[in-house]
């Protein structure tokens, strides 16, 4: 079983900036793949990046690269969001997920955290 918590949602102006914190615990190995998500309110659950749980193959949906950072810190058992130039559509519910296949379906993914709420207000 795999424990995930969220952190670091808030409401920030358009142009500013948020960390995203998903704490794991639980039987997670280095192969595991830990993805962010996001969710407006009435849209679909969206893939925004993923990562190995060792680091590797950071990958980023279009609408967010080059703005968003994602990175694992094994010793702390916390992947990061870093989120920079927030726009509006940023805008929704993020989600952290663990799961054993590189992949971004959200389907695909076993756990799942509570969720954080990020507000960019314009």
């Known amino acids: 079983q795999v424990h995930l918590v969220e952190s670091g949602g808030g409401l920030v102006q358009a142009g500013g900036s948020l960390k995203l914190a998903c704490g794991a615990s639980g039987h997670t190995s280095s192969s595991f793949v830990i993805a962010w998500f996001r969710q407006a309110p009435g849209q679909e659950r969206d893939f925004v990046a993923r990562?190995?749980?060792?680091?590797?193959?950071?990958y980023y949906a279009h609408s967010v690269k080059d703005r968003f950072t994602i990175t694992s810190d094994n010793a702390e058992n916390t992947v990061y969001l870093q989120m920079n130039n927030l726009l509006p559509e940023d805008t929704a519910v993020y989600y952290c997920a663990a799961g054993r296949i590189f992949t971004a379906a959200p389907g695909r993914y076993d756990y799942w955290g509570q969720g954080t709420q990020v507000t960019v207000s314009s």
């Open positions: 990562i190995t749980r060792s680091g590797g193959n950071p």
